[in-house]
């Protein structure tokens, strides 16, 4: 006999523990953007930064929070004063919201990292969590690489938090150690030897270093977790977080052996899946489970002979279920705004009609220089419509001239939001060079060029390349991506991009230098 099941939490840390992983870091417009996705996607909690940690941060988790109505907004902050009203500042516009506070207690970041006693560590937690309880009724405490902390000890400093007033207590595997068998003896040992943990509500958060975020999570929530914290695609510190798309799938498809739900609307995992993807820079594995290119392709004959009988043969998921459409469509410049509205919503995208009006220009423009336009087209489209860093500079004329001896040379008319219109000619070795060449001489922003990649986003001779370049530029790394049938103009415009981006981050810099008071920074 089962019982009703039991409703599990999806904390989606990808605004905080994903986003500062390296590579993955997000301007506030495009946080802003997640979160909207997140929302829309059914999870509950959104862990949307770290306040104290810069002022970028601040302002992000406060826009959020007064942006973002359904989930509950939450923000992280160390066991100390400081960070905890930070905390409470930047989620103060939120209707529903969650202070996080955590402090490690491993032997190890005990001795090395704080220097602490176990008492200092009892009471230091003690002390957070009441006075993050005095700022916000809904208080998460979590003890920094639980995993590797003694099962005594951390029921003491567990004990001390329900004590104090957390409605959450959070079980990291910090650096992702542990193993599926263990971590629910952790999970059994905590709820049998922690007073009060049966009135408050357990989560698990686990990092992928040996590659079993997923499963240590799984096995938590067995063990008795009621909240899972994760990341879209699982980007995080290290090797990752656990992946969200993952963990909610497994639940849904062996619901039978979990026997618990979530509010997770799966039809939109692809989608969102993309986005992050799209924004950060940080490609999705084709083999990665559920979201990855090959996650249904069947190419063995033996399997798609048992497709063709039935889908159960080879499958345990149906894309539909994961917003993945199963037919992919070829559209063309014949086709209407009709058939691309319809290809636009089964692909999981939702645009209002301006949107959409843009899009569908777009889309005509593509159909006159592109025959057949597939799937991965009508994505890059909506993502690089909805995902650009706009302005200040726009490029409106490019010339390249390249010849298999000799330097290639490029030229490039490049248009400022401020009025200046400015043309610059440059030589390098191939055109992509020349004209990356011609760009900084024309803006003045000279940058190191780290990495420069083009891939095809659908079939075809006629296929378009997405170009991707990362850049560095004092001391940070910066990213642009464009698509286009002429590998020579995507890689151009995705080189203006990461301009464009230096630009509005120095911007932003200056005028908050000129604005209120500096957000401490953490240590
Ligand atoms: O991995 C970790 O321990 C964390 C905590 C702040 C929850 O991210
Ligand atoms: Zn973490």
Redesign the pocket.
């Known amino acids: 006999m089962t019982n009703n099941p039991d409703r599990v939490l999806i904390f989606d840390?990808t605004l905080?523990?994903g986003e500062q992983s390296p590579g993955c870091s997000m301007t506030q417009p495009e946080k802003l953007r997640v979160a909207r996705a997140l929302a829309e996607l059914g999870v509950d909690v959104i862990e949307a930064g770290f306040p104290a940690a810069s002022r970028g941060d601040f302002e992000s988790v406060q826009a959020v929070a007064r942006e973002v109505q359904e989930p509950i907004i939450c923000g992280?902050a160390r066991c100390n004063p400081e960070d905890i009203d930070l905390a409470a500042r930047a989620l103060k516009d939120a209707p529903r919201r969650r202070i996080?506070v955590?402090l490690?207690t491993s032997a190890i970041h005990r001795q090395y990292k704080l220097n602490m006693a176990q008492e200092e560590i009892l009471r230091a937690a003690a002390a957070g969590v009441a006075r993050a309880r005095e700022l916000a009724e809904d208080v998460e405490f979590?003890p920094?690489?639980?995993s590797r902390t003694e099962l005594e000890f951390l029921a003491q400093v567990v004990e001390v938090a329900i004590a104090s007033g957390a409605s959450t207590v959070?079980i990291?595997?910090?650096?992702g150690y542990t193993v599926p068998d263990e971590f629910a003896e952790l999970f059994r040992y905590l709820r049998k030897n922690a007073r009060g943990i049966d009135g408050i509500r357990l989560s698990v958060?686990c990092?992928d270093d040996l590659g079993m975020a997923v499963a240590n999570s799984l096995t938590a929530v067995v063990a008795g977790a009621r909240q899972v914290?994760c990341t879209i695609n699982g980007i995080g510190?290290r090797a990752g977080?656990c992946s969200l798309e993952e963990v909610v799938m497994a639940l849904k498809t062996r619901a039978a052996f979990f026997n618990v739900t979530t509010g997770i609307h799966t039809q939109r995992l692809y989608p969102t899946s993309r986005l992050v993807s799209s924004i950060t820079g940080m490609p999705v594995p084709r083999n990665k489970a559920v979201v990855g290119e090959n996650a249904f392709a069947h190419e063995a004959g033996i399997h798609q002979h048992g497709m063709l009988k039935h889908y159960s043969t080879y499958e345990i998921l149906r894309p539909e279920d994961v917003g993945l459409s199963r037919s992919h469509l070829v559209l063309g410049k014949h086709s209407g705004r009709h058939a691309l509205r319809e290809r636009v919503q089964a692909l999981g995208f939702e645009l209002d009609e301006a949107e959409f009006n843009r899009l569908f220009e777009e889309f005509k423009a593509l159909a006159d220089r592109k025959k057949e336009l597939y799937d991965g087209d009508i994505e890059a489209l909506v993502l690089r419509a909805e995902g650009s860093a706009p302005g200040p500079w726009t490029l409106t004329e490019l010339t390249t001239e390249a010849r298999s001896s000799g330097p290639a040379r490029a030229l490039v008319v490049l248009t400022h939001a401020d009025g200046r219109c400015v043309e610059h000619a440059a030589s390098g070795d191939g055109p992509v060079d020349a004209a990356f060449k011609a760009i900084e001489a024309a803006t003045g922003v000279r940058v190191v060029l780290r990495k420069f990649e083009v891939k095809a986003v659908s079939e075809g001779e006629d296929a378009q390349g997405e170009a991707r370049v990362y850049v560095e530029y004092n001391h940070r790394t910066y990213r642009g991506a464009s698509v286009s049938t002429n590998i020579v103009e995507s890689g151009t415009r995705a080189f203006l991009e990461v301009i464009n981006r230096i630009e509005l981050a120095q911007a932003g810099s200056r005028a908050r230098a000129a604005a209120a008071p500096p957000v401490p920074a953490a240590v």
């Open positions: 840390t905080r523990d992280l996080h955590f490690a979590s920094e690489d639980a959070n990291p595997d910090t650096v958060h990092h914290e510190e977080n």
